[in-house]
């Protein structure tokens, strides 16, 4: 998650701690600071998302696929991305995307019992995936 979207959540979280300190008084005020402070740590660990690609498998947050199943990585530039989540999506494909993150990678799937025609995962090392994948399917 990047320090600016953590900055407004944290606002936010903030505002609320301000209200209610001026409408109840500084022990609840305390209180939810401290609760809120938690609650963006809870957020922050929540919302990262996993991406390993060993010998046997992709796993993406908590979905996963044996790399035999795979058949084709591609990198896509932030246009791509926007295009494919959006006006050229598949309503079959899975979707490991986080706003927040422009570039991508399209894993192209080659399993007759599935019909997931491929996976879009957003990642700040797009390359580095690719790269990744590449040497394992190929």
Not at 4 to 27: E, H
């Amino acid at each position: 998650m990047p320090i600016w979207l953590i900055v407004v959540i944290y606002f936010f979280f903030l505002s609320l701690v301000l209200s209610i300190w001026a409408a109840i008084g500084d022990t609840p005020a305390l209180i939810s600071f401290v609760v809120s402070t938690l609650m963006l740590a809870l957020i922050i660990i929540k919302s990262a998302m996993v991406i390993e690609v060993d010998q046997g498998e992709l796993r993406v947050g908590r979905a996963h696929i044996d790399l035999k199943f795979l058949k084709a990585a591609q990198a896509l530039s932030s246009i791509e991305v926007r295009n494919l989540r959006t006006r050229d999506a598949d309503p079959a494909a899975f979707l490991a995307i986080r706003f927040w993150s422009s570039t991508g990678v399209r894993v192209t799937l080659q399993d007759d019992r599935d019909t997931t025609p491929y996976w879009l995962i957003t990642s700040n090392h797009a390359d580095a995936l690719t790269s990744a994948l590449h040497s394992i399917i190929i």
